[in-house]
């Protein structure tokens, strides 16, 4: 979530903007505007202001961009995309998960998918 909405930087259209990665005070936050969302992309911030449209901040704004969580998006790809077995699959196989190809270190997708499946 969202979904298929573009970059206002890049101009790419991101097929899912993943907002579920972040942690729940995260989300509360770029909720209220207070902190942005990183294009998976070209990796600049965009605010998701009370989930309307993506938008770009104001120009010299300052405001803390957060990172996806790994971890997060490893316990999420399982539950929610089962056929890709898990995150490495997601973001190999599925159309919305390639778009995060470069967003994380592959080290750091093994790992965070590793710790899911510790008993
Ligand atoms: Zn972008």
């Not at 996806?68 to 490893?74: D, E, G, P, W």
């Not at 998960?97 to 998918?113: L, T």
Request: proline share 10%; glycine share 6%.
């Amino acid at each position: 979530m969202p979904p298929n909405e573009p970059c206002p930087h890049c101009g790419r259209l991101i097929a899912d903007w993943h907002n579920e990665w972040y942690d729940a005070a995260q989300r509360t936050a770029i909720y209220g505007g207070q902190a942005a969302m990183d294009c998976p992309l070209c990796g600049r911030a965009v605010l998701w202001f009370q989930s309307r449209d993506i938008t770009a901040p104001p120009l010299n704004a300052s405001i803390a961009v957060f990172r996806r969580s790994a971890m997060l998006a490893a316990q999420w790809a399982p539950v929610r995309e089962p056929s890709c077995g898990n995150l490495a699959g997601y973001i190999a196989t599925h159309p919305a998960g390639q778009q995060y190809r470069a967003y994380w270190q592959p080290s750091e997708v093994q790992q965070a998918d590793q710790q899911v499946t510790k008993p």
